[in-house]
């Protein structure tokens, strides 16, 4: 059995939404991805400490795109 996406982040032509589906009250809007994915993962790590998926996934972006300069740092 696989656990469900708690954050989540939708692209659209004005940005990236990220949102939490454990938290209906949290939501962020960046408009990189980088700046979304450190949002997704300050809200994991202060919210949620036992999920790790949103920080593995901004570490896995960091990897993939290392001349984008963002906020990926000590994730």
């Known amino acids: 059995m696989t656990r469900p996406k708690m954050i989540r982040l939708e692209k659209s032509t004005d ?3 990220v949102y939490c589906a ?7 809007f960046k408009f990189t991805m980088g700046a979304a994915h450190s949002s ?3 809200h994991e790590a202060n919210v949620h ?6 920080r593995n996934a ?3 972006y960091a990897r ?12």
């Open 58 to 60: 901004a570490k896995m």
């Open 64 to 75: 993939r795109h290392p001349d984008t300069p963002g906020t990926i740092t000590n994730v």
């Open 22 to 28: 454990s938290c209906p009250h949290w939501h962020s």
């Open 15 to 17: 940005g990236i939404r």
């Open 49 to 54: 400490p036992g999920e790790y998926r949103a």
């Open 40 to 42: 997704a993962s300050v």
